[in-house]
């Protein structure tokens, strides 16, 4: 009968398993995350990734069950509670929305660390497999699903990215409205507390599914950094998620092979990686860091030229052109340093705006120059 | 069928014994005077509570600032810097790992400023990326140590501390460089104190009788910094953070004052810090950074739920307005 059944690992390898589910599992967080980072949630991704380990550890003493369904579903409702406990403490006034993330998670942090390390006090506690998951086991723990055994984490995962994503096309039009214009959404008639609560619950059930294979960190750098690229460079929510899917993909593929060539851990690469992305986005995009400062030499550069070809158009043909004009001259004429009038020069000859008139020893106006001194004079109204 | 674990971790539970909760209530309210009067006991506590007094007196500056959350981030990035140290120093030398974790901190910082300052990404998710992005490289990192030959030789697991901590391997020189530390970011503090309530409530203010806002931001962050970067022995980069935020929340709930508030927070952190580092002392298996947090967020918790501003007197309050206005 064995032999009849179909197996994943018959046809796709070990590794390609890894990196499939790692690629589904990054799709997922990312979805959600864009919704995230447009509500300015990111850092509740932090507090969520610490405190789902003390859910699970407490689900895990009431089912006694390591393979028990049950054992996600509580860990995931214990997710919610914390989202819902950050509300509560900052709604007290007590203390800022921040402060409360950066109160709540520690303390359900350290309290999950010590319940592990007090009833496994003979064991010390992994610290590998809290934070960075188990992703080179991914492939050996198999389960059987509609007659193909394949990788449990793999079809834990792919449940959550369908449940995302008919999520995200059924509420479509309700999360765009809450997230970009609450008041509009209360006006128009539905409860986004409600809607909240519902992001809220499926980050916290995707957060503990991503958990086991991909740890507590990773989790936070999957839902928030794909997302935030996307953010960048896209100005439509439609396109922000798929823009985001994409990053997720293509991080997930570089991080892995990266990391199996350089046998290091694959959840933690794919982390680094996802920074990595993110940061070049952020130089490179349309309004980045180093395009921005291209654009801005570029302009300097081209305002230069324009002052010397105004500077030529407003003087050829007047009998000062001779002296306000010269080839020895010109350079005192526009108050410039002789090197610089000099490179100045050159470039505006090279680019064909200008040409050096040998019979009377003066810079005169090309065609091309000619038409942009009639340009700039109209644009500036000269 | 091979059995389906969620998590390889919790292949450990049964393997494990559970601990008689009664014995540890009551071994928590006799403190053992043999633990305390013991030297490693002593040695350890006086650096964890030397820590979180001065911790606890900064922190309160990046709260009211409202830049809790860059203390985490910080601290969860200065962790790849601290391995980069062992792996070219080769060794567990906590000066060398001090340094590397200061710069690497200090990189961190850079980034989410050049990030936050010219993107259109706001401060929340500039944090989150970069966190988990340094950490992901520390984690990177260590990974790559633990399968490289040239390191097989040299003990590493020193290196795991760092991350949730372990009072129980702080050595006399780990509390000279927390004094070294500590002792001139008070002093700092104090020398400053009057630029950086100024700084802090009235940042136009300040600008305008000649105080530096670059300058006292550098400040801030160089001391957050140094004892971010101390601390990641004792408590580990993943809570190093709430030693500056938690005891600073505990002390808003009891004063107004400025300088109230700042006493009260080094006290509740001296406090937590004494009382966690024994309460790990006792049990070998809990990490000192969880403890003290723990007993920390409690008495945060507490202090908001029966501070004068906190949630019980403002409900009697409201009681007594209802009452008051149902006797006229």
């Known amino acids: 009968m064995i032999n009849l059944m179909f197996k994943l690992s018959n046809f796709i390898g070990l590794g390609e398993q890894i990196l499939i589910t790692m690629i589904i599992t990054a799709i997922a967080c990312a979805l959600l995350g864009c919704f995230l980072v447009l509500r300015k949630l990111s850092m509740v991704t932090d507090a969520l990734s610490h405190s789902i380990l003390l859910g699970i550890v407490i689900a895990y003493f009431v089912t006694k069950d390591l393979g028990s369904p049950f054992l996600i579903i509580g860990a995931g409702i214990f997710g919610v509670f914390t989202v819902y406990s950050i509300e509560l403490v900052a709604n007290t006034g007590l203390v800022k929305n921040d402060d409360a993330v950066g109160i709540i998670f520690p303390l359900y942090f350290s309290l999950g660390v010590i319940l592990i390390s007090m009833f496994a006090s003979n064991v010390h506690l992994d610290t590998d497999i809290v934070l960075m998951g188990q992703t080179i086991m991914i492939p050996l723990y198999t389960t059987e699903f509609l007659g193909i055994v394949l990788p449990k984490s793999l079809l834990n995962m792919s449940i959550i990215l369908l449940i995302n994503v008919i999520f995200i096309l059924l509420f479509y039009k309700e999360l765009k409205v809450s997230t970009f214009d609450p008041q509009q959404a209360t006006l128009s008639g539905f409860k986004s507390t409600f809607l909240f609560y519902c992001l809220m619950a499926l980050s916290s059930f995707t957060a503990v599914s991503a958990f086991d294979t991909v740890g507590a960190i990773l989790v936070i750098s999957l839902f928030i950094a794909p997302s935030a690229s996307a953010y960048l460079i896209t100005k439509d929510l439609k396109y922000m998620l798929i823009v985001a899917s994409l990053y997720a993909t293509v991080n997930s593929i570089i991080g892995y092979y990266v990391a199996v060539a350089l046998n290091v851990s694959i959840s933690g690469m794919v982390a680094v990686i996802s920074g990595l992305t993110c940061f070049l986005t952020v130089l490179f995009y349309e309004n980045g860091v180093v395009t921005s400062l291209l654009r801005l030499r570029r302009n300097r550069r081209q305002l230069k030229l324009d002052l010397v070809i105004v500077h030529i158009g407003n003087h050829l043909g007047q009998e000062s052109e001779q002296l306000e004009l010269g080839f020895d001259s010109i350079a005192n004429h526009l108050s410039w340093k002789q090197e610089r009038s000099s490179k100045t020069l050159k470039r505006l000859i090279k680019e064909n705006y200008i040409v050096a008139e040998q019979v009377k020893k003066i810079f005169i106006l090309t065609e091309k120059g000619q038409e942009r001194y009639d340009l700039l004079k109209t644009q500036y109204g000269l | ?328």
């Open chain 2, 1 to 328: 069928m091979e059995i389906m674990d969620l998590m390889y971790l919790f292949n450990l539970f049964t393997a494990s014994k559970i601990i008689d909760i009664g014995s540890f209530q009551l071994a928590f309210l006799s403190l053992d005077m043999d633990i305390l009067s013991s030297y490693v006991f002593m040695v350890v506590c006086a650096g964890t509570m030397i820590l979180a007094a001065a911790a606890g007196a900064i922190g309160t500056i990046s709260v009211l600032k409202g830049q809790s959350l860059i203390g985490d981030a910080i601290g969860h990035s200065a962790y790849p810097g601290v391995v980069i140290a062992f792996m070219i120093g080769m060794a567990l030398d906590p000066l060398k790992l001090f340094i590397g974790a200061i710069i690497s901190g200090a990189i961190a910082f850079a980034l989410i400023q050049l990030i936050s300052r010219h993107s259109k990404l706001n401060l929340d998710a500039t944090l989150a990326i970069i966190l988990s992005s340094f950490f992901g490289l520390g984690m990177v990192l260590k990974s790559y140590i633990q399968g490289h030959e040239a390191f097989a030789h040299v003990s590493q697991g020193g290196l795991k501390n760092y991350i949730f901590g372990q009072a129980a391997y702080i050595k006399n020189a780990d509390v000279y460089l927390i004094l070294a530390v500590a002792i001139p970011s008070i002093l700092i503090f104090i020398i400053f104190y009057k630029e950086f309530k100024v700084f802090i409530f009235d940042e136009t203010y300040a600008k305008s009788i000649g105080i530096k806002s670059n300058f006292m931001y550098a400040l801030m962050l160089v001391i957050t910094m140094g004892l971010i970067a101390t601390g990641l022995k004792v408590v580990g980069a993943i809570l190093i953070s709430s030693f500056l935020i938690v005891p600073a929340i505990t002390a808003m709930q009891w004063a107004q004052q400025f300088n109230r508030v700042i006493l009260i927070a080094s006290l509740t952190g001296m406090f937590s810090a004494f009382l966690g580092t024994y309460i790990s002392s006792i049990y070998p298996g809990m990490s000192t950074g969880p403890s003290i947090i723990l007993v920390m967020s409690l008495i945060a918790f507490l202090s908001m739920l029966i501070g004068p501003r906190g949630i019980l007197a403002k409900y009697f309050r409201r009681r007594k307005f209802i009452n008051d206005k149902s006797n006229v």
